[in-house]
């Protein structure tokens, strides 16, 4: 097919599109390239294959029900996007959760990362090729998932957080579950770095494969591990702590390339930061309530609600007109598994919120990704989609 | 008039030997759906069974019943961009040299039978042409016309790219592949297979005589049948399944079972080449002649204790399936009682069988015109043998096939040119040089 150059010359490429149904492209995206023989000439990416209006949605219900459509943002770590709007929604109130409460969503907020980046090395080893690390990464994310079932009663949309508090308390035995799976992911985690990490091939295949500087990674608003791959010491763990996380012992993870390799490889050795913190988060966690008892939040109990009036109207107003905060506008990001996961928040001082804008991690990944890819070969465009994982639902909302 | 006699039938009879790496199939199959599972940590096929015999599965034997009718009975769909014709030509051709090929691959020693016209020798092998591996060499290289002409006719850019990768490979890799056995030609003297292993059973094996050889021609055959880490044709995550993207049905089978077959004459071939062909240590052809009834009744006596292994797991699994709380449970159990039952009456039976053998075989040579030969039954028995021998060694080169392909990611295309130009190729170049220096010092 004959194409003009931005120069005006007309040359011979082979177009073709990679998805939007594409076995590597995980969700639904769309890259469409320009090829010179196995050469990437020219690309251009598409989004919006999964755009179901989430932004829009969530102006319809209270602030509580928001709260489901954030499990669908970023699917593969549901639990972590509760916590991130939880955390912006109880910044508005200006209220802080109990201790056992920011235990456990550290807690939580870790094996989701840990999930999440599993299924980001798992696929991409797939891609390359590697199917066998699937397994071994996988079967310990299914043992998580048994746990988010047990806690939840959901596997992949959990909304287990809740604004001043979370759904309910752990059940019994929930640490033994949480240990043993430490232990499980370790495992599976060094079997696909025995695998992996000096494997000539995947060598050969990630590095120096579509790299990207620091200077433009921050250009395209790059966070989480693609940007401390390129050698950006960028954690909001670190730099703007929330949930006590500057309580915790554990490093930053930072590449120095920025290439396939790199990025993978962060999310891997952040995988063991994640571990640790896991283990010293369940070593602090001591009975206590859950929620806050804030009234503005936490419906009163049965006791008070059926014999106390002023309880009975809260738990009315609550129930039906939601939680109300203050009329203001609010940002409050969280680190996501895939980079800063932001929630502005415009409220008008009713229980519904009057806007609320996602900046997802995902978006500024992918709006880099035809010039990351373009030069490279088709395979490299591979390698490099599964590295920077795009989860579409958090990309398109 | 063609005279039937003994030579001639069994000259014909050699024409079977064709199906050899046809029946590898099968069991490459679920020897790579078992393997995965080995490696990956999971369970494998384990649903498909026959439910008439207390639903024996066979270890996912089975499964490739189930796989065929479904692969059969599927609508075998044409594009309407493709180009018909070829489109439905293409898939048969890598099939097709899968049972030309094997023609030249010796599965056991020469043996000198009495014909019309005196002793006539019979050599293992179908074609037993001078060029020898020579003719193997041009047949698979054949095949590739088969995934080009599939990735041209289904008229699709990933197919064609496929098609592309495919055909650049493997026309690269004949140069390494056969410039990495030329040092084995060039010690033995004789591109015929018989010669060469019979070269190896009178010295050294060809792994111990070329390893860098070795090394290089399976990772040469790696390539040309398309595997992992070289499945740069399929690359199911970038080409989304390459040359065979517009197949379906059994067209699509066609090319699975023609890579399977594939694998298996390509397995068969190194451990002729490397492995001594159908030579063991210590039981030369005339060793096992002499002594036919010991070595085929300690041969059945091997196999049985495999069968008493498999027995003793299957009433393990019986009992732990009768503790379990399952919902087939009561079936299974039925399952692996019917498996112990099996296997250890075949174990008995080949025991019995076995120890007849070593009592009561006694093979003795006789006499014709002067010259003393074998009688027919002992060579065939020999050859029973040596068969099983060929065998047992290529299922070992084709589970090498398998473990690697679960184990190491995949190539880039360039990088895989990259390897066999400018790395494969030097390498063969120097060995064959030195093997070439090396041999003239030797022999003189």
Redesign the interface.
């Known amino acids: 097919m004959k194409v003009i150059t931005p120069s005006g010359e007309k040359i011979d490429l082979?177009t073709?599109n990679i998805g939007p149904s594409?076995?590597?492209t995980h969700g639904a995206l769309r890259a469409f390239v320009a090829?010179d023989g196995?050469t990437v000439a020219a690309a251009a990416q598409e989004i919006g294959y999964l755009h179901r209006g989430f932004e829009k949605m969530v102006e319809q219900g209270t602030y509580q029900q928001v709260l489901p459509y954030t499990d669908r943002l970023n699917y593969c770590s549901a639990i972590l996007n509760n916590i991130g709007f939880c955390l912006a929604a109880e910044q508005m109130f200006e209220i802080e959760v109990p201790e056992r409460c920011q235990t456990l969503r550290v807690l939580l907020s870790e094996l989701s990362r840990l999930i999440d980046h599993l299924v980001c090395v798992a696929a991409a080893?797939?891609?390359?090729?590697?199917?066998?690390n699937?397994?071994?990464l996988f079967?310990p994310r299914e043992e998580v998932y048994g746990i988010w079932e047990k806690l939840s009663g959901a596997r992949l949309t959990n909304t287990f957080s809740r604004i001043g508090g979370l759904y309910r308390d752990t059940y019994e035995g929930f640490e033994t579950d949480v240990a043993n799976v430490l232990v499980s992911i370790e495992a599976g985690l060094d079997d696909a770095f025995k695998?992996?990490e000096h494997?000539r091939?995947?060598i050969?295949?990630t590095r120096g494969v579509c790299p990207m500087t620091p200077d433009a990674a921050v250009a395209w608003g790059w966070t989480g591990p693609c940007l401390r791959a390129t050698g950006v010491d960028r954690d909001l763990r670190k730099d703007d702590p929330y949930l006590g996380y500057d309580t915790y012992d554990f490093q930053t993870v930072v590449g120095t390339t920025g290439d396939t390799y790199d990025r993978l490889l962060v999310r891997m050795y952040e995988m063991k930061e994640s571990l640790s913190i896991c283990r010293q988060a369940l070593k602090r966690l001591r009975p206590g309530r859950v929620n806050t008892s804030d009234p503005r939040l936490i419906l009163p109990g049965h006791d008070k609600a059926y014999h106390d009036m002023e309880a009975l109207i809260n738990h009315f107003k609550l129930v039906f007109e939601g939680v109300r905060p203050p009329a203001g506008e609010f940002y409050s990001g969280t680190e996501a598994a895939n980079g800063e996961l932001g929630f502005f928040v415009v409220s008008d001082g009713t229980g519904k919120p009057w806007k609320i804008k996602v900046r997802p991690p995902c978006f500024t990944q992918f709006a880099a990704y035809a010039d990351l890819i373009e030069g490279g070969?088709?395979?490299?465009s591979?390698a490099c989609l599964s590295s920077i994982n795009i989860i579409a639902g958090e990309l398109d909302r | 008039m063609i005279e039937f006699d003994l030579p001639f039938i069994l000259q014909c009879a050699k024409f079977l030997l064709a199906f050899v790496p046809l029946c590898f199939i099968p069991i490459l199959i679920w020897g790579e759906r078992r393997g995965a599972s080995l490696i990956q940590d999971r369970l494998g096929p384990n649903r498909a069974n026959i439910p008439l015999l207390g639903g024996l599965r066979l270890f996912g034997l089975v499964q490739n019943a189930p796989d065929g009718i479904k692969l059969f009975t599927k609508e075998s769909f044409i594009p309407k961009h493709a180009h018909k014709f070829w489109y439905i030509v293409a898939p048969m051709i890598p099939l097709c040299i899968a049972f030309l090929t094997p023609s030249v691959i010796p599965w056991f020693a020469p043996m000198a039978v009495e014909g019309a016209k005196g002793i006539a020798n019979v050599s293992g092998q179908i074609l037993d042409a001078d060029a020898g591996v020579l003719v193997l060499f041009a047949l698979s290289g054949l095949s590739v016309y088969g995934v080009v002409l599939g990735a041209w006719a289904s008229n699709s850019k990933y197919a064609l790219m496929g098609g592309m990768r495919a055909s650049a490979m493997m026309i690269s890799y004949e140069v390494s592949m056969g410039l990495s056995v030329a040092g084995i030609f060039l010690i033995v003297g004789s591109f015929s297979l018989t010669n060469i292993v019979e070269w190896q059973a009178a010295h050294v094996w060809g792994i111990v005589a070329q390893p860098l050889g070795f090394v290089m021609f399976l990772t040469s055959l790696f390539a040309e049948t398309g595997r992992a880490p070289f499945d740069v044709a399929e690359g199911d995550s970038e080409i989304v399944a390459g040359y065979f993207l517009e197949y379906s049905a059994i067209r699509f089978g066609l090319y699975y079972m023609g890579e399977y077959a594939h694998i298996a004459i390509a397995s068969a071939l190194v451990s002729t080449v490397f492995l001594g062909g159908y030579h063991m240590p210590w039981l030369g052809t005339e060793v096992i002649r002499a002594n036919l009834g010991l070595v085929g009744g300690g041969l059945l006596a091997a196999i049985a204790l495999l069968c008493i292994w498999i027995a003793y797991a299957s009433n393990r699994w019986s009992n732990i399936y009768a503790k379990m709380n399952a919902t087939d449970a009561a079936q299974r159990k039925l399952e692996y009682r019917v498996m112990t039952g099996l296997f250890s009456g075949l174990a008995v039976l080949l025991l019995v069988a076995g120890s007849a053998l070593a009592l009561f075989v006694h093979p003795q040579q006789v006499s014709v015109g002067g010259t003393e030969i074998w009688p027919l039954w002992v060579n065939l028995g020999t050859a029973a043998i040596q068969l099983g021998i060929v065998v047992a060694k290529t299922l070992f080169i084709c589970w090498v096939f398998i473990w690697v392909r679960w184990t190491l990611p995949r190539f880039r295309y360039d990088q895989v040119m990259g390897l066999g130009w400018k790395i494969l190729l030097n390498i063969a170049l120097v060995n064959l040089l030195v093997t070439a220096v090396v041999a003239k010092l030797v022999k003189g």
């Open positions: 082979l073709v594409h076995p590597a090829l196995e080893a797939v891609d390359l090729g590697a199917l066998t699937y397994w071994y079967n695998l992996l494997n091939i995947f050969e295949r070969m088709v395979a490299d591979i």
